[in-house]
């Protein structure tokens, strides 16, 4: 994903400090402090305010994926797909009804921000449910549902895409082929995960309330804790 045409990435000094620590990760190797060096800049540039859309984003469709396994967790899939409207698809296979719920959870905008956030949910997805084929597989798939791993991980694939959807032609640019463009991206990608795990805190999630403002705002929240394990880079 490169920047989209119509995007007004962050300006300033802060913005092109950032495309130069970019710069810095292939000049020095990929080097760990490097990627950080980059990650940090770009967290504090894109914050302010920046980033809010797309945070929003993430809380409301991560809160309508952990309600929906609450859901199942309660009655089952079938009465799952009631309770939130998609009655239709009842009966239906695994495939189409993961298609359909996607949908559901995903925002939907020509935000880019917005764009982001689904991106995220959808490579997720995907993952999570990458060995179902058959609606059993799907329903136990989201009783086994953990609140706090679903949320680490959908913020690990939200950050790799926000950056990657501004940096990924400058990469692109910067490396000679496509061995190498990929070896840096998955460098970064490597990096935005071990930071995230290292750093992240589960917290009790028992009763938090997935289905209004309760969870988005605590999934909003994690996603500023995310955010500052990068900003605080250099200065343990």
């Given amino acids: 994903m490169g920047t989209s045409k119509g995007y007004l990435p962050p300006n300033g000094h802060l913005w092109s400090d950032t495309k130069r620590a ?5 000049r020095n190797g990929l080097s760990s402090d ?13 914050g302010g305010g920046y980033r809010t859309a797309g945070q929003s984003s993430v809380g ?8 929906f396994a609450g859901l199942v967790n309660a009655g089952g899939l ?7 409207g998609l009655s239709h698809l009842k009966g239906r296979d695994a495939e189409s009804i993961l298609d359909g719920l996607i949908e559901y959870f995903c925002e939907g905008s020509n935000d880019l921000q917005v764009e982001i956030a689904d991106g995220a949910l959808k490579e997720l997805m995907e993952e999570l449910f990458s060995e179902v084929t058959s609606n059993e597989q799907l329903e136990q ?3 086994d ?8 991980e959908y913020l690990i694939k939200y950050v790799e895409q926000y950056f990657f959807a501004n940096f990924a032609e400058k990469i692109n ?11 840096m991206q998955e460098r970064i990608k490597e990096y935005i995960r071990l930071e995230i795990e290292e750093s992240y805190q589960n917290d009790n999630l028992e009763d938090m ?3 209004g403002n309760q969870g988005q705002r605590y999934i909003y929240s994690k996603c500023n804790e995310v955010w500052s394990i990068f900003e605080m880079w250099g200065e343990n």
Avoid: H
């Avoid at 970019?22 to 292939?26: F, M």
């Avoid at 079938?78 to 939130?84: K, R, T």
């Fill in 173 to 183: 640019s910067l490396c000679d082929g496509l061995n190498q463009t990929l070896a």
């Fill in 22 to 26: 970019v710069s810095g990760i292939k």
């Fill in 209 to 211: 309330d997935w289905r």
């Fill in 141 to 143: 798939v989201y009783k």
């Fill in 34 to 46: 490097s990627v950080g060096k980059a990650l940090s800049k770009f967290s504090k540039a894109t």
């Fill in 60 to 67: 409301t469709s991560g809160g309508k994926a952990l309600n």
């Fill in 145 to 152: 549902m953990e609140p706090n791993f679903f949320i680490k």
């Fill in 78 to 84: 079938d009465y799952a797909l009631g309770e939130i």
